[in-house]
Nanobody
Framework: QVQLVESGGGSVQAGGSLRLSCEAS????VGWYRQTAGKEREFVSA????????RYVESVKGRFTISRDNVKNTVYLQMDQLKPEDPAVYYC?????????????WGQGTQVTVSS
């Protein structure tokens, strides 16, 4: 089973930046999701295993960038211009190559906090 581990969360002021990492045990398509207390987990961004296809939720387009380093089997989520509505626990997950179906279980996630 493919294992993924998130890291890179932290606290930043509004307008600041953070880079999240998702290290996988093997090369795979990956999606980032986020969840705040009392709300359902929502899709944020995805990238296929070759890096040639990416997707973003509308609210982060132009601010977040997903990328990958296939030597390290790591997917990054560069988050710029962070807003007060971005704080959440961020999770990465394995996806099918079509980027529309999630596979496997959730990890521990990484907390992102944005102060105004």
């Amino acid at each position: 089973q493919v294992q993924l581990v998130e890291s890179g969360g932290g606290s930043v002021q509004a307008g600041g930046s953070l880079r999240l990492s998702c290290e996988a045990s093997e090369r795979t398509s990956v999606g980032w999701y986020r969840q705040t207390a009392g709300k359902e987990r929502e899709f944020v961004s995805a990238i296929n295993s070759h890096g040639g296809s990416t997707r973003y939720v509308e609210s982060v387009k132009g601010r977040f960038t997903i990328s990958r380093d296939n030597v390290k089997n790591t997917v990054y989520l560069q988050m710029d211009q962070l807003k007060p509505e971005d704080p959440a626990v961020y999770y990465c997950s394995r996806l099918r190559s079509t980027l529309n179906i999630r596979l496997g279980s959730w990890g521990q996630g990484t907390q992102v906090t944005v102060s105004s």
